[in-house]
């Protein structure tokens, strides 16, 4: 794929082209993982824009297979990892141009181990196992209970209850009995 980004050579023109690498190679995928892996191990506080950024550099160093670079005598530069660092890492209009559509070429072979990785590794859940109790398919359901053999009976009398103004019940005893 063929980026133009903004001339950051020696040569007299207003732009360049890039050209990035179909797919990276496994052996760039996986030091781009040991890159991470590396970054968060000496940066415990890195932080996902830290780890992007990461990876947009080594899309940038990694994926680059050719350009239209010259240098001051006219003849096209060699394309290195050195030359990378040095001309199109600076120039962050040029770098991002190309972090970008690289992104898109590289992002799913590099971020699934990554994703995969950082599944596998989180914390457990506060609860181990299941969360509901076992049944017993074989068991057989609960009968429902019987009626309770406890009966009522009236009683001989009835108090009544009558509130007063000062908050004090009083209560008196009706002596009839109910029939």
């Known amino acids: 794929m063929d ?16 050209t990035l690498r179909d797919a990276l190679s496994p052996h760039d995928a996986m030091a781009l993982d040991k890159d991470i892996q590396v970054m968060r ?24 297979s050719s350009w239209s670079l010259v240098g001051e005598d006219g003849e096209p530069l060699p394309v290195t990892k050195s030359a990378i660092r040095s001309l199109i890492l600076p120039n962050l209009e040029a770098a991002n141009a190309i972090a970008e559509e690289a992104d898109g070429l590289y992002a799913e072979a590099v971020m699934l181990p990554l994703l995969r990785r950082a599944s596998k590794s989180s914390p457990p859940s506060p609860t181990d196992g299941l969360t509901s109790a076992p049944t017993d398919s074989s068991a057989t359901p609960p009968r429902p209970s019987k009626r309770s053999s406890t009966t009522t009976t009236r009683t001989g009398a009835i108090a009544t209850m009558s509130g007063s103004h000062a908050g004090a019940s009083s209560s008196s005893q009706n002596s009839a009995s109910a029939a």
């Open 41 to 64: 191990a000496e940066d415990p506080d890195a932080t996902a824009g830290d780890v992007l950024a990461t990876l947009s550099e080594g899309y940038i160093v990694r994926g680059i």
């Open 3 to 18: 980026v133009t980004i903004p001339c950051v050579c020696s040569a007299d023109h207003d732009s360049d082209t890039v």
